[in-house]
């Protein structure tokens, strides 16, 4: 019988000890099969949908932490197409629904409405949406974005001169009204931190702190259908299609970025810009083009990934949202439906149960165009926001 001796082992078949850090390890445990029955396996290639039960089982097979997360990530993917549960809301606006946000501040949740008649409505009510007049920004004139940073909310009108609303949760009923001199048809905004840029006819605008109203125009020559800052960088989405960078260290002189695609392409408007990473931006077109590229090639027009099955030819305004977790990606088409996507791979979500398109939010068909959505973290889980008319849809994603 071999002396054990710390830190070593005994190898019968050689007769001799060797340290325990040579030792070979055990295999780890092959998957066990799953059996498949061949009409599930026919009817998932033919409709392309993602079974829950095989997305489990292969979490709990898998040793590879991208397998895991791959079967994670598809289980969500199934869970999310087979929504059913659509709570439909009635709101009491003069007009129709152009925008809507939500967010949350100091555990209490509030929602912001601009309707096609120049008002700002607001609800503080976490259980019910029970929305409010706040303040008119221009009669007649569309709302034409909101936007919500720390404990303010912006919101911008489309007009004959350009108002905005600035709305200070911290103290109750403040509501600033501001004008800018020289500028007309605000078309999309983004507020962060104390900076606001603004896409308006034949320009950006950027405001370095909106309490000192700082005012810097950044030339496009073409109208500015979609806004985004990240860090010190601005992105304008234009009509006749160039995406412009500009710095906001360096003023006015910007880049365009991805010129290449044009090259054998018709150029189309940029409707919506979103930052995925920082260097991963999404963008949506008028052609119904639904793409990300990467931004550390500038000049490089092939896209990363496309979302196809998009529905678009002259919309200007079409909702487009995707979860805080920049997973999932929703759009509204012109066909008046909504579809959904991973981010990552471009799958569309595609339901694998026979439930009434009615009760499927992903392939029914709504009442006019959706111009408006949203994703939130609720209380029940993660839901989808979607306004046509004067109707609010509040989609539980994943529940049934």
Same mark, same amino acid.
């Given at each position: 019988?071999?002396?054990?001796? !710390?830190?070593?082992? %005994?190898?019968? *078949?050689?007769?001799?000890?060797?340290?325990?850090?040579? &030792?070979?390890?055990?295999?780890?445990?092959?998957?066990? !099969?799953?059996?498949?029955?061949?009409?599930?396996?026919?009817?998932?290639? &033919?409709?392309?949908?993602?079974?829950?039960?095989?997305?489990?089982? +292969? +979490?709990?097979? /898998?040793?590879?932490?991208?397998?895991?997360?791959?079967?994670?990530?598809?289980?969500?993917?199934?869970?999310?197409?087979?929504?059913?549960?659509?709570?439909?809301?009635?709101?009491?606006?003069?007009?129709?629904?152009?925008? %809507? /946000?939500?967010?949350?501040?100091? $555990?209490? =949740?509030?929602?912001?409405?601009?309707?096609?008649?120049?008002?700002?409505?607001?609800?503080?009510?976490?259980?019910?949406?029970?929305?409010?007049? #706040?303040?008119?920004?221009?009669?007649?004139?569309?709302?034409?974005?909101? *936007?919500?940073?720390?404990?303010?909310?912006?919101?911008?009108?489309?007009?004959?001169?350009?108002?905005?609303?600035?709305? #200070?949760?911290?103290?109750?009923?403040?509501?600033?009204?501001?004008?800018?001199? $020289?500028?007309?048809?605000?078309?999309?905004?983004?507020?962060?931190?104390?900076?606001?840029?603004? $896409?308006?006819? =034949?320009?950006?605008?950027?405001?370095?702190?909106?309490?000192?109203?700082?005012?810097?125009?950044?030339?496009?020559?073409?109208?500015?259908?979609?806004?985004?800052?990240?860090?010190?960088?601005?992105?304008?989405?234009?009509?006749? $299609?160039?995406?412009?960078?500009?710095?906001?260290?360096?003023?006015?002189?910007?880049? &365009?970025?991805?010129?290449? @695609?044009?090259? &054998?392409?018709?150029?189309?408007?940029?409707?919506?810009?979103?930052?995925?990473?920082?260097?991963?931006?999404?963008?949506?077109?008028?052609?119904?083009?639904?793409?990300?590229?990467?931004?550390?090639?500038?000049?490089?027009?092939?896209?990363?990934?496309?979302?196809?099955?998009?529905?678009? +030819?002259?919309?200007? @305004?079409?909702?487009?949202?995707?979860? !805080?977790?920049?997973?999932?990606?929703?759009?509204?088409?012109?066909?008046?439906?909504?579809?959904?996507?991973?981010?990552? =791979?471009? @799958?569309?979500?595609?339901?694998?149960?026979?439930?009434? #398109?009615?009760?499927?939010?992903?392939? @029914?068909? %709504?009442?006019?165009?959706?111009?408006?959505?949203?994703?939130?973290?609720?209380?029940?889980?993660?839901?989808?926001?979607?306004?046509?008319?004067?109707?609010?849809?509040?989609?539980?994603?994943?529940?049934?």
């Amino acid at each position: 019988m071999p002396v054990e001796l !710390p830190g070593f082992y %005994f190898d019968t *078949s050689r007769n001799r000890y060797f340290p325990l850090s040579s &030792k070979l390890k055990d295999p780890l445990p092959q998957p066990v !099969p799953v059996p498949i029955s061949d009409d599930y396996l026919i009817h998932s290639r &033919k409709r392309r949908r993602i079974s829950s039960w095989h997305s489990n089982e +292969t +979490t709990r097979t /898998s040793h590879s932490i991208g397998e895991r997360y791959q079967a994670s990530h598809d289980f969500v993917c199934s869970q999310y197409a087979n929504t059913t549960r659509v709570l439909e809301k009635k709101v009491p606006v003069f007009g129709r629904i152009k925008s %809507f /946000s939500s967010m949350t501040l100091d $555990g209490n =949740t509030h929602r912001f409405i601009g309707d096609s008649r120049g008002w700002l409505y607001s609800s503080a009510e976490s259980e019910s949406v029970l929305f409010q007049a #706040d303040v008119n920004l221009q009669p007649e004139s569309e709302v034409s974005s909101i *936007s919500t940073y720390g404990a303010r909310c912006i919101a911008t009108s489309f007009g004959p001169s350009a108002k905005i609303a600035v709305q #200070d949760l911290n103290m109750t009923g403040r509501i600033s009204l501001l004008s800018l001199t $020289g500028l007309h048809d605000i078309w999309s905004s983004h507020f962060e931190e104390a900076s606001l840029v603004l $896409g308006v006819s =034949t320009k950006a605008v950027y405001m370095s702190d909106i309490d000192a109203f700082s005012v810097q125009h950044l030339e496009t020559h073409s109208d500015v259908f979609a806004v985004r800052q990240h860090g010190t960088v601005i992105f304008a989405g234009c009509r006749n $299609g160039n995406i412009m960078q500009f710095d906001k260290r360096l003023g006015k002189r910007g880049q &365009k970025l991805h010129t290449n @695609r044009f090259s &054998k392409q018709q150029r189309t408007s940029v409707l919506h810009l979103e930052m995925l990473t920082d260097w991963q931006v999404l963008t949506s077109y008028m052609n119904g083009g639904l793409m990300t590229f990467d931004l550390r090639f500038t000049r490089e027009g092939s896209p990363l990934v496309q979302y196809h099955g998009h529905h678009n +030819t002259y919309t200007q @305004r079409l909702g487009i949202a995707i979860d !805080p977790s920049h997973e999932f990606l929703f759009a509204a088409g012109e066909d008046r439906r909504i579809r959904a996507w991973s981010v990552h =791979t471009g @799958r569309p979500l595609i339901s694998s149960s026979s439930h009434d #398109d009615m009760d499927d939010p992903f392939n @029914r068909v %709504f009442p006019g165009v959706v111009e408006t959505m949203q994703v939130t973290a609720e209380r029940e889980g993660l839901c989808l926001w979607a306004g046509h008319d004067q109707t609010l849809y509040q989609i539980y994603l994943g529940q049934q």
